[in-house]
């Protein structure tokens, strides 16, 4: 089976990631996408809501062929996503599924060419960001029904911070979660 992982703080998830994952379904041969939460992040970020509430957040996140993996949180990983390789199961195909907002930073994380060799990756347009550099074992989604947001995390944190309803942008029950849990405040 070819799965495709996604990757990501998911803090808090909300409507862009299924969005990128129905068109990863829709515009690739991928099998399955799997949202992966980060147990860390690297370099480590303040303002990140505990893992308990990333994990419980993101399986509000609700789409046929898709699932929530816990391998990075299970094996409490530091967010460099070479460590997570050896932890992937052997019987399925990866490709690595990531913004087009990480590529100016890409050759920041942890062994990158070494991970480029061992990974496909699947680069999602992202608006105002470019679509490059694109490194070997990369390519970018591309579909003329394509459909890209600016849609993010750090947006909808902001709407909170400033007492603007998120309902419409993130999965149901969520926003519930946050208001309930008093989560980025």
Known sequence: MKIGLFGGVFNPPHIGHILVAQQVLDFTDLDEVWFLPSYGQHPPKPGVAPVVDRLAM????????????????DHKLNGNTITLLPYLPKEHQFTFIMGADWLPSFHLWGQWQELVKRLPFLVFPRNGYVNEPLYENMRLLAHPFLMTSN???????????????????VPKGVAAYIKEHGLYK
């Open 151 to 169: 849609i993010s995390a750090t947006k909808v944190r902001e709407r909170i911070r400033n007492g603007l309803p998120i309902e419409q942008f």
């Open 58 to 73: 993101t399986k509000m996140l609700r789409l046929p062929k898709t699932r929530i993996s816990t391998l990075e949180i």
